[in-house]
């Protein structure tokens, strides 16, 4: 699968209209994002069935501050509309499988039932 890149047009749609969304924010002139983009692409390749999206924060900038991305290469991932990771930082490619394994195996009943509970 190719990988998507997300604009603060299409963030909000391609987040809650998919059910799992893996998102790399990264820069160019970034060596850690340039070290992690054939990780990430051989990820999607070999996971047809999650969105791989990336969001050039420099492209980007107003979507990367609502975000309150502060460090790149950050990795966040949605299911169901829900952010359940997030975090900077290039992951081996080991780790970005057993996040995505991690993902797949959440129970999203269990997980609004915790959202729920913090809110007052």
């Not at 057993?98 to 729920?116: F, Y």
Request: glycine share 4%; with cysteine.
């Amino acid at each position: 699968m190719t990988i998507k890149n997300l604009s603060g047009a299409d963030f909000e749609s391609t987040i809650t209209d998919n059910p799992i969304v893996l998102i790399d924010f990264w820069a160019s002139w970034c060596g850690p994002c340039r070290s992690f983009a054939p990780v990430f692409d051989r990820s999607a390749q070999s996971h047809p069935d999650v969105v791989h999206a990336k969001v050039d924060t420099e492209a980007e900038g107003q979507l990367a501050a609502a975000l309150e991305i502060q460090s790149i290469p950050t990795v966040m991932a949605f299911r169901d509309g829900v952010l359940v990771y997030r975090q900077p930082g290039a992951l081996p490619a080991a780790a970005l499988e057993d996040l995505i394994t991690r993902v797949k195996a959440l129970d999203m009943s269990e997980v609004r039932a915790k959202i729920a509970a913090t809110r007052p």
